[in-house]
């Protein structure tokens, strides 16, 4: 691994994303929390790039990204997160670790979307963040209809 103390954030989140992949594409280890949540706190700074319309998802991604980590000490691996919420039957309760998990793989895809589109197309700022938004959250009607 490099140094990433130094490194510009792009780079940051680079490496340790490849980090992960890795473990993934292996299928032998499962993904820890721990490499995880650090790979998704590089993130973070991103939300700020949106500009203050985006101030609370930064905040609420930072907070369930926090929330991952700390538990991280007592849980391994994502999928022994997810097991042990399962067995205790609080996947769909708020604030539950594994509710927290999926919201900040939203995050990353939003994120994820928003800066592929700028990538790609000519579209104006305010249509990108439209369009990524809708893209991940379109299943999530209840989301949506509060926005309207």
Request: with cysteine.
């Amino acid at each position: 691994m490099a140094d990433l103390n130094d490194a510009k954030p792009l780079a940051k989140i680079s490496e340790a994303f490849k980090e992960l992949a890795a473990t993934v594409n292996s299928q032998t280890a499962a993904v820890e929390v721990a490499p995880f949540c650090r790979a998704c706190s590089h993130i973070s700074p991103l939300f700020a790039c949106l500009g203050i319309a985006f101030k609370f998802a930064e905040m609420d991604y930072v907070a369930k990204v926090n929330d991952l980590a700390g538990v991280s000490k007592s849980i391994g691996t994502l999928q022994a997160l997810l097991e042990r919420d399962v067995e205790a039957n609080t996947v769909r309760k708020a604030g539950s670790h594994s509710r927290n998990l999926l919201r900040v793989k939203r995050g990353l895809d939003m994120v994820r979307l928003l800066f592929e589109q700028i990538l790609v197309t000519e579209y104006v700022y305010h249509q990108l963040l439209y369009v990524a938004f809708c893209c991940i959250l379109v299943a999530f009607q209840h989301v949506i209809a509060a926005c309207s």
